[in-house]
């Protein structure tokens, strides 16, 4: 199974870049990075995916290790809106993998 | 693109009740997958359907659970004899392929008094 670690918690001050780091050193060769957050009361919502290349949208960047064991997914300028838990979830097959994901907290 | 609807959005039932949960994908979507999430924890994975056909079960789902997707279009979750260790959110997710993002419904909370 796919498994992956990331901190438990960040802090990022509003308008600042934050950087959300994720391990998956079991990740296969093809399977693709997914990244989710999730706000309370709702259910995990798609932020970005990519397979090798970093990886560029409206909402976020996703930059990927050239090994592919690790990937960091990149806000540019915080807001209150982005306060969340984010996961990253390799798909690990058929089943897609959450951790604990990462409680983001953005302050004023 | 109505998005994933799950219904009803909270089920609240007594020990030992049967509770059926729906989940309506996007129409397009042959893929549909099933999670449970406790307070505090990641949504862990329950089962998978391709179509009509249940391909992935986890450990997790007891023999008490149960799930369908006739005609590869909507999905029930059903569960026997309910527990309150059952007391969680259910969601439920579509996707179109294999490298696709998954689309999460609001899930179904349900209490197990």
């Known amino acids: 199974d796919a498994k992956t670690t990331q901190p438990n918690s960040m802090e990022s001050n509003e308008e600042e870049p934050v950087h959300l780091p994720c391990n998956h050193s079991?990740?296969?060769?093809?399977?693709?990075i997914h990244w989710y957050r999730q706000l309370p009361s709702q259910g995990p919502e798609y932020v970005i995916h990519?397979?090798?290349s970093n990886v560029n949208n409206r909402m976020a960047s996703l930059a990927i290790a050239e090994d592919r064991k690790s990937s960091t997914l990149i806000l540019h300028r915080a807001t209150l809106r982005d306060a969340a838990v984010y996961y990253c979830?390799?798909?690990?097959?058929?089943?897609?993998?959450f951790g604990t994901g990462t409680s983001l907290t953005v302050i004023p | 693109d109505t998005g994933v609807s799950q219904n009803p959005r909270h089920k609240i039932t007594k020990r030992g009740q049967n509770v059926t949960f729906r989940c309506d994908p996007i129409?397009?979507?042959?893929?549909l997958y099933w999670y449970r999430q406790t307070l505090g924890q990641g949504p862990e994975f329950l089962t998978y359907?391709?179509?009509?056909?249940?391909?992935?079960k986890s450990r997790l789902l007891s023999d008490r659970f149960s799930a369908e997707r006739p005609k590869g279009s909507f999905s029930t979750l059903e569960i026997q004899r309910t527990e309150q260790g059952d007391s969680a959110m259910y969601l439920c997710?579509?996707?179109?392929?294999?490298?696709?993002?998954?689309?999460f419904g609001n899930g179904t909370r349900l209490t197990v008094t």
């Open positions: 979830t390799p798909p690990g097959g058929n089943q897609f993998y």
């Open positions: 990519g397979l090798t």
């Open positions: 079991t990740i296969s060769g093809t399977d693709y």
């Open positions: 997710a579509s996707t179109q392929s294999w490298d696709s993002p998954l689309h």
């Open positions: 359907f391709q179509n009509e056909a249940q391909l992935e």
């Open positions: 129409s397009e979507h042959n893929r």
